[in-house]
């Protein structure tokens, strides 16, 4: 069974933020930052690219909710919103969930990168996604 059906179900405790009919917000157990938070739909989905066009919606929209949220009751600096889909792009959980991230500055325990990559020929790319 998954987590977070469970978590959704009651059968483990969480600290809700945010319900809806179609979503759940819980405080992330490993808080990367103070009031960091998951949006999960209560529909089970492995990810973002198996859910149906509604439940990403949904997901979004309570995700959106919850950023202001934590915006509003933190004075956080600002926000990330992050979706791991994919072992490969660090997803632990196969039940899509987006992170909501607060950010209060340099010392915060999370840290994005982007290094350049090698040249791309912008133009190949584009003829592969086509």
């Given at each position: 069974m998954c987590i977070f059906c469970d978590i959704i179900d009651h059968k483990i405790p969480?600290?809700?933020?945010?319900?809806?009919?179609?979503?759940?917000?819980?405080?992330?157990?490993?808080?990367?930052?103070?009031?960091?938070?998951?949006?999960?739909?209560?529909?089970?989905?492995?990810?973002?690219?198996?859910?149906?066009?509604?439940?990403?919606?949904?997901?979004?929209?309570?995700?959106k909710k919850v950023a202001a949220l934590l915006a509003e009751k933190t004075g956080c600096?600002?926000?990330?919103?992050?979706?791991?889909?994919?072992?490969?792009?660090?997803?632990?959980?196969?039940?899509?969930?987006?992170?909501?991230?607060?950010?209060?500055?340099?010392?915060?325990?999370?840290?994005?990168?982007?290094?350049?990559?090698?040249?791309?020929?912008?133009?190949?790319?584009?003829?592969?996604?086509?």
């Amino acid at each position: 069974m998954c987590i977070f059906c469970d978590i959704i179900d009651h059968k483990i405790p969480s600290s809700v933020v945010y319900e809806d009919d179609h979503t759940l917000a819980i405080l992330d157990i490993s808080q990367v930052t103070r009031g960091h938070t998951i949006v999960m739909p209560k529909k089970h989905c492995a990810n973002i690219l198996e859910a149906d066009e509604e439940t990403v919606q949904q997901v979004t929209m309570a995700a959106k909710k919850v950023a202001a949220l934590l915006a509003e009751k933190t004075g956080c600096a600002g926000i990330n919103l992050l979706n791991n889909c994919g072992e490969a792009a660090g997803q632990t959980v196969n039940h899509l969930h987006v992170h909501v991230i607060p950010r209060y500055g340099e010392a915060d325990a999370l840290e994005i990168h982007f290094k350049p990559s090698e040249n791309v020929d912008l133009n190949e790319v584009l003829a592969q996604l086509k």
